[in-house]
T-cell receptor
Framework: DTEVTQTPKHLVMGMTNKKSLKCEQH?????MYWYKQKAKKPPELMFV???????INESVPSRFSPECPNSSLLNLHLHALQPEDSALYLC???????????????FGPGTRLTVT | QKEVEQNSGPLSVPEGAIASLNCTYS??????FFWYRQYSGKSPELIMS????GDKEDGRFTAQLNKASQYVSLLIRDSQPSDSATYLC?????????????FGSGTQLTVLP
């Protein structure tokens, strides 16, 4: 089973709202990722969690707050976003090999976020 | 700066032809290479991974890796209209976080019926 699920599929929020994106995987992976993807651009890494601990924060503004409650779940809390934050937000997971080949990252279907 | 370069296209091929997608990378000691397919409005789907020099075949897809030339390619045989998508090349580097990938900008492929 190479499935990563994300909810919601679509989200429209105002600049003063607080919302959360959710991601879940049941592949036994211990690394999980948040990416942001704008139209016609490649995915842009935001955060990496390894064994439920934040290991990479790619200088993401504090209005994005990640959380990893357990090894299967990853959340992204959103607050006071700007219209330019509108994008496809992708969750991915992988094994945690740090040397040699791989690991393959598997993406969820994404959440299409629109900030009005 | 670790870079991954792809021809942005668009690349158009007739149905049944071979589509050839190319990718070069700057970090000489990169170890792992991936091809993702992304349909418009959808998320990237992993279709091939390759780690050793040479060819790796999976159905109609063949990935080719040449580490000396820092070049990785994806061949799609007997192209079908359903192969029309953007293909992203991704490279895992040896330094920094071993879990980080660098993506190319993607090549948009159109297979004409």
């Amino acid at each position: 089973d190479t499935e990563v699920t994300q909810t919601p599929k679509h989200l429209v929020m105002g600049m003063t709202n607080k919302k959360s994106l959710k991601c879940e995987q049941h592949m036994g992976h211990r690394a999980m990722y948040w990416y942001k993807q704008k139209a016609k651009k490649p995915p842009e890494l935001m955060f990496v969690y390894s064994y439920e601990k934040l290991s990479i924060n790619e200088s993401v503004p504090s209005r994005f707050s990640p959380e990893c409650p357990n090894s299967s779940l990853l959340n992204l809390h959103l607050h006071a976003l700007q219209p330019e934050d509108s994008a496809l937000y992708l969750c991915a997971s992988s094994q945690t090999r740090t040397s040699g080949s791989g690991p393959e990252q598997y993406f969820g279907p994404g959440t299409r976020l629109t900030v009005t | 700066q670790k870079e991954v370069e792809q021809n942005s296209g668009p690349l158009s091929v007739p149905e049944g032809a071979i589509a050839s997608l190319n990718c070069t990378y700057s970090d000489r000691v990169s170890q792992s290479f991936f091809w993702y397919r992304q349909y418009s409005g959808k998320s990237p789907e992993l279709i091939m991974s390759i780690y050793s020099n040479g060819d790796k075949e999976d159905g109609r897809f063949t990935a080719q890796l040449n580490k000396a030339s820092q070049y990785v390619s994806l061949l799609i045989r007997d192209s079908q209209p359903s192969d029309s998508a953007t293909y992203l090349c991704a490279v895992k580097h040896s330094s920094g976080s071993a879990r980080q990938l660098t993506f190319g900008s993607g090549t948009q492929l159109t297979v004409l019926p």
